[in-house]
């Protein structure tokens, strides 16, 4: 819901944090987040009824370049609203291509496992698409799963949660195994803003000098996992198409298949079991 730009001026002018830097849009959701029914107030009310601590310290926070999402606990993913905070990756738009590609799969009562979970946003989303699918979901960290594991009982969602290093807990195996590990290599990580480096765990991000570690791990057992039939998804990062395919193809695969983002770049791999 909108704000109107009458409320925003005025706050702009109420308080000195506020530079001419500072995003109009940021300041709509922090103001929405800090007060509720916001949109409904007349300004002097807004003054008078509600303590203005809640939004300055919001807006400090925001100065300091933590991600908007953190802030107010809330990032969208799908068709839904996740709650997310520093223990878990924030879920980005460009992982939405793995829902996609799950929800053209035939077939209704799929087993699907969800590898490194994180907020859960992808199993979650899929969980709620798909009703009748059998849904696990697993990460090495703790935090991550608490945080999975409200997202899903808020979203009334069946999963079944494992904490587990890739394939070190899993005992069963798939139809359907998806999985947006990390890829960033340690050089890489080194230039990324300091917005992500200070406020998103760098578990959920670094994988490893040349950043292909975790898909080296997933690629090598992936298909004692999979049932007949069954086909592993991944996210990769915009540069790793050609390391993905030779990695796929040492390990004896010869149909690798990938899915373009909006701008053209290969960003979904798909491989199935009997590729081989
Ligand atoms: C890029 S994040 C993806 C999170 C979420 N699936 C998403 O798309 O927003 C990678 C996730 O893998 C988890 N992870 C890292 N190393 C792992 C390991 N060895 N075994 C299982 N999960 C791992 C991290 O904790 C993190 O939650």
Redesign the pocket.
């Known amino acids: 819901m909108m704000i109107s730009y009458k409320i925003i001026d005025y706050l702009k002018g109420k308080i000195k944090l506020l530079d001419n830097a500072f995003d109009p849009k940021d300041l709509e959701i922090l103001a929405r987040h800090s007060f509720d029914n916001i949109q409904w107030m007349d300004i002097e009310d807004i003054w008078d009824l509600y303590d203005i601590s809640v939004l300055k310290y919001a807006i400090r926070r925001r100065i300091q370049k933590e991600p908007i999402s953190q802030i107010i606990g809330l990032k969208k993913?799908w068709n839904s609203n996740f709650y997310i905070n520093e223990t878990?990756?924030?879920?980005?738009p460009e992982?939405e291509l793995?829902v996609e590609k799950v929800l053209e799969l035939p077939g209704t009562n799929l087993s699907l496992i969800?590898?490194?979970?994180?907020?859960?946003?992808?199993a979650i989303s899929i969980a709620l698409e798909r009703p009748n699918f059998n849904i696990f979901a697993?990460?090495?960290?703790s935090d991550?799963l608490k945080i999975a594991e409200i997202n899903s009982k808020h979203h009334k969602t069946h999963i079944t949660f494992i904490k587990?290093?890739?394939f070190?807990k899993i005992n069963k195996s798939f139809d359907v195994i998806i999985?947006?590990?990390?890829?960033i290599s340690e050089s890489e990580y080194s230039r990324l803003p300091i917005a992500i480096r200070r406020f998103e765990?760098k578990?959920?991000?670094t994988?490893g000098f040349k950043g292909l570690d975790?898909f080296k791990?997933i690629i090598t057992e992936f298909h004692n996992y999979l049932k007949p039939n069954g086909i592993i998804l991944m996210?990769i990062g915009y540069s790793h198409k050609r390391k993905i395919e030779e990695l796929f193809i040492s390990s004896g695969y010869k149909s690798i298949k990938f899915f373009n983002d909006l701008s053209g770049k290969a960003r979904v791999v798909c491989v199935k079991k009997d590729a081989i």
């Open positions: 993913f878990v990756l924030d879920p980005r992982t793995i969800d590898l490194g979970t994180g907020s859960g946003c992808l697993s990460d090495i960290s991550a587990s290093d890739w070190s999985s947006n590990p990390p890829y765990p578990i959920a991000l994988a975790c791990k996210e």
